[in-house]
């Protein structure tokens, strides 16, 4: 048997694994583009693409340069996790590739406002920052599961099910179940993978027949009646287009996909329990509604209902700021709301709530609550919202009653408000940097000359109530700006058709833009009185159709109050109702920022640095943030093949140090050298014709020091005597000479290339399209 047999015998040619992952990749890129149903833009597809395809290029890479098979899912975590770091680590990590304990604490807060972001969000849902993180780390691992299956393992059609996941998942989520076109696309993939590996495998052993009496042949192929492997791919495919199809239209959506989880229980999925803005106006384009509540209450008019509170942005969306429950925040005894004085007048009420078809883990109550009695579960209240939550019951089926107040601020008390405020409430008056200017514009324009922050809030009520705008529920979606976030703002103010979610969001957020804190409500309108009468109190009927937000403005020595911009729902406060607000529209806007300060809330800031700080220009920041990992990772990729040389080159260097074989090493190190510097190697020239070419070169004919002709020899001489002497070990002296001499050829070599040689040799080595010298099947040393 000859040494190169029984080196084939004991290694597979690593060539052959690249066509394979190609094939895998095309299946990866095809199925995550089936969660575009899920999500907005295309952002989300293009870093998912790029995570799979540096895990698999960059394992493909490894295993060329000779990474042991056992290392392989190692490796490829290892390069998920420099690729995740680079892009979500925001510079933290060492090299922008290696996570430093400040880069964990930043993964842990991304994948908490991830999390917090499918819990509240509807779809397609705006993929933010921490969903961007779980769905690049999400491809990432199904990429080094799907190299482990089809690779290492040599069983590619097991590879296809985590590459299912994103397809299966939009099936789980929204009506209808999966794409069609998304699994037959991904099942094409799957076919050409499985074709390719069947080529391969076949090319492979055709190519290197295996060793030895009892080892099976593989002759040319023959035609023979009955299926053959591009049938039984076919079937396979077939068989799993089906069956995804099948499982897709037999499996229900997950329940609660509608606003308040009026069709059944939430789940952590998107459009679950309660999911702001979006899927509100879903309910509210529905053809028929459904019941969601009843209620008797002693407050007059009747009360809106309030879900929760949206004050915090995550990216452009409208986020709720989720605080840990506090067992001592005990719904039996509730705080009088935040900033509230004893100066407002109040009056107390009681509202007996009997749930119909909410099912959600938010309780509608009226604002202000103070008591709530009757419930069953475990239920804690918000300090900074007043909104009530439970982490283990849902609303389905309760019947309780709020002892809540209602609040009678007047105008006067309202316009005497100071401008300083709690950092607790300087929180609500952050914005996007990169919003559009419409905003800021129209806020000013419209309040310009308000002498108070009330009379400004006063302003843009009116103004978005005004005969300029309309209420329409079908404008938005047809024109593609539906949800609250503050691009959506600004193309409705633009287009001004919409429904309550975009007046709600275009207030608050133009009222932030002028230093007025301010948030989003969701929740309920007072709904329709019944004919039913009884202990001398109305009932009211609540559907799906009375779902409503609306914006809340934080006053000094007040608190929150409600204000109603959406022209033709709900009921104008009585407070915002002053016949002399002294609202100057026009003019410059100026009031604000030099309102005098009280001191209701001491320890607070100016109305007019909160303003700074909400209309500060960070977009310049994210962008060259943007901008600036855009171009890390164009440099990365353009460092990569540069990076697999070194690693080659140190691995034969250490292999040539060593002494098993370092004739053979250093002979391929130095032929892939003259190779990366331009020199053609042709495979039908024996060593010393090569020599004889090496020797011509700039390099050693005028060598930068020592004798590199002499070296160029040795190592000939010590190549020739490997591969056609006896077998046996060069000892460790003669390594060491073998290992000065290949660094003196080398270096020479490099030296006497152009300058743009030399680059090209660096980053672009052309030696990695080569097969290495096992890939290449050339005979190894019988001590190798």
């Known amino acids: 048997m000859s040494r190169s047999g029984a080196a084939t015998g004991r290694r597979r040619p690593l060539r052959a694994e690249w066509p394979v992952t190609g094939a895998l990749l095309l299946l990866l890129l095809v199925a995550n583009g089936a969660l575009g149903s899920l999500l907005q833009s295309t952002t989300w597809w293009w870093l998912m693409a790029f995570v799979s395809a540096t895990v698999l290029i960059g394992l493909a890479g490894l295993r060329r340069v000779g990474l042991a098979e056992s290392l392989a899912p190692v490796a490829g975590f290892g390069i998920l996790l420099a690729t995740v770091t680079l892009l979500f680590g925001g510079g933290t990590g060492l090299l922008w590739l290696i996570p430093s304990l400040e880069t964990i604490d930043r993964f842990g807060r991304l994948v908490d406002s991830g999390l917090e972001s499918i819990q509240q969000q509807g779809t397609p849902a705006d993929p933010v920052a921490g969903i961007l993180l779980l769905l690049c780390a999400g491809a990432g691992a199904i990429a080094v ?171 452009a969306t409208w986020m709720a700021r989720v605080e840990p429950d506090n067992p001592s925040d005990n719904v039996e005894a509730i705080a009088l709301p935040q900033g509230l004085s004893s100066q407002v007048v109040t009056r107390e009420t009681r509202t007996q709530i009997v749930i119909d078809g909410v099912a959600t883990r938010w309780l509608p109550t009226p604002f202000a609550p103070k008591k709530v009695t009757g419930l069953v579960g475990d239920w804690y209240w918000d300090r900074s919202t007043s909104t009530i939550a439970s982490a283990n019951s849902i609303t389905r089926g309760q019947q309780y009653t709020v002892t809540a107040l209602e609040l009678a601020p007047t105008p006067a008390q309202l316009r005497a408000a100071g401008t300083r405020y709690s950092a ?67 193309k409705f103010l633009e287009v001004k058709r919409g429904y309550c979610v975009h007046f709600a969001s275009a207030m608050a957020v133009m009222a932030r833009s002028i230093g007025i804190p301010a948030r989003i409500a969701i929740g309920y309108l007072p709904g329709s009185r019944s ?52 609202v100057p529209l026009g003019g410059e806007a100026g009031g604000l920022a030099t309102a005098a300060p009280r001191n209701a809330d001491p320890g607070g800031q100016n109305v007019s640095d909160g303003l700074r700080a909400a209309t500060s220009p960070t977009g310049g920041s994210e962008a ?27 691995g034969r260097r ?131």
Request: glycine fraction near 12%; charge should be positive; proline fraction near 8%.
């Open 145 to 315: 599961m799907v190299h482990l299956l089809a690779i290492n393992l040599r069983v590619p059609a097991l590879a296809g099910l985590p590459a299912l996941v994103p397809v299966a998942v939009p099936g789980l989520i929204i009506d209808g179940g999966a794409d069609p076109l998304a699994l037959v696309l991904t099942a094409i993939a799957f076919l050409i993978l499985l074709r390719v590996d069947v080529r391969v495998r076949r090319t492979r052993e055709a190519d290197n027949p295996p060793v030895g009496p009892n080892a099976p042949r593989v002759v040319g192929p023959v035609r023979r009646r009955g299926p053959g492997p591009l049938w039984g791919s076919m079937v396979v495919g077939s068989i799993g287009i089906v069956g995804a199809l099948l499982l897709s239209v037999a499996t229900p959506a997950v329940p609660g996909g509608g606003f308040a989880g009026t069709r059944g229980v939430g789940t952590l999925l998107f459009g679950s329990g309660v999911t702001p803005l979006i899927n509100l106006g879903q309910d509210l384009r529905r053809p028929q509604s459904s019941a969601a509540l009843h209620y008797r209450t002693t407050a007059s008019p009747p009360p809106y209902l309030k879900l929760l509170t949206l004050d915090n942005f995550v990216g």
């Open 424 to 490: 607790s409430i300087r929180r609500n008056l952050d914005l996007p940097g990169n919003r559009p200017a419409i905003i800021d514009q129209t806020a000013r324009d419209v309040t310009g000359g308000a002498i108070s922050p009330y009379d400004a809030a006063v302003a843009l009520q009116s103004y978005l109530r005004g005969g300029v705008f309309s209420y329409d529920t079908d404008a938005p979606v047809a024109e593609g700006y539906d949800g609250g976030g503050v691009d959506v703002v600004g």
């Open 531 to 582: 004919t039913s009468y009884i202990e001398g109190r109305d009932r009211f009927n609540v559907d799906a159709h009375d779902l409503h937000s609306w914006p809340e403005l934080y006053f000094s020595g007040i608190g929150w109050l409600a204000f109603e911009p959406t022209p033709g729902r709900g009921t104008v406060p009585a407070y915002t109702r002053e016949t002399d607000a002294q």
């Open 624 to 650: 060259t943030t943007t901008v600036s990992v855009a171009l890390a990772a164009v440099l990365i990729l353009l460092m990569f093949p540069g990076g697999a040389r070194a690693l080659r080159r140190q």
């Open 654 to 784: 250490r292999r040539v140090r060593t002494g098993p074989g370092a004739a053979g090493w250093a002979w391929d190190e130095l032929t892939d050298t003259a190779v990366d510097h331009g020199v053609r190697v042709r495979d039908t020239e024996t060593p010393r014709e090569l020599v004889a070419r090496l020797e011509q070169l700039t390099g050693l004919v005028y060598p930068p020091a020592g004798d590199p002709g002499a070296a160029l020899r040795r190592l000939l001489v010590a190549a020739e005597r490997q591969r056609f002497g006896r077998p046996g070990a060069a000892s460790g002296g003669a390594s060491a000479a073998l290992a000065a001499d290949l660094d003196q050829v080398t270096r020479a070599i490099h030296a006497g290339a152009s300058w743009p040689a030399r680059i090209r040799a660096i980053a672009l080595p052309a030696s990695l399209r080569r097969p290495s010298r096992v890939a290449r099947n050339e005979t190894l040393p019988a001590d190798a």
